[in-house]
Nanobody
């Protein structure tokens, strides 16, 4: 059992930055992949990026490459999503998810555990 808990959402102006945190607890993390997803009103949940806990490899969707950075802190069992150069279209509820696998996946259905989500609103 893994329980991700997100924090750090809020309101920011376009061009600004925000950092989301995802604290995960409940089991060992060597065979775990973490994903960040977002869902805007009326849209499907989409993959933002992910990280392999085993070696820290990161993956991003094209729309956030160069603007978003995912990292992890092993001692705190926490994954971060650093968001910069934010745009109005980044506005969404952001979710952290854990997958019992070595591999990051872009499909939300294959993730086993989900956080409650945190709202990010970018004003233009």
């Amino acid at each position: 059992q893994v329980q991700p808990v997100e924090s750090g959402g809020g309101l920011v102006q376009a061009g600004g930055s925000l950092r989301l945190s995802c604290a995960a607890s409940g089991r060992t993390f060597s065979r775990l992949a973490m994903g960040w997803f977002r869902q805007a009103p009326g849209k499907e949940r989409e993959f933002v990026g992910g990280i392999k806990w085993s070696d820290g490899s990161t993956y991003y969707t094209d729309s956030v490459k160069g603007r978003f950075t995912i990292s992890r802190d092993n001692a705190k069992n926490t994954v971060y999503l650093q968001m910069s150069s934010l745009k109005a279209e980044d506005t969404a509820v952001y979710y952290c998810a854990a997958r019992l696998s070595f591999s990051v996946a872009v499909t939300p259905q294959v993730y086993n555990y989900w956080g409650q989500g945190t709202q990010v609103t970018v004003s233009s």
